[in-house]
């Protein structure tokens, strides 16, 4: 299913996975209106922008579907942020 898109937005793809134990889903975009016209959301709040669709796919794939390192990384910052 594909979200409500502004008048001057594309939609590009949607991924779908899971981190920090929740499921997620990252929808990237086009909008020619903005100075990079290549951006990705996620459900969680989090988005980032491009200036070409080379960097959208690996990061948006990327947040869906983090790596052993990733999910280390993000167990221990919540680990450390709850023991102070």
Known sequence: MKPQLEDT??????FHGSHDGTTATVTATRDDTRPEPYVWTC????SRSFPTEHGVW??????????????????????FRTAR
């Open 9 to 14: 937005e594309f939609w590009v793809g949607t």
């Open 43 to 46: 459900t969680c709040g989090a």
């Open 58 to 79: 690996p990061t948006a794939w990327r947040h869906t579907h983090p790596t052993r390192f990733d999910r280390l990384r993000s167990w221990a910052a919540r680990r």
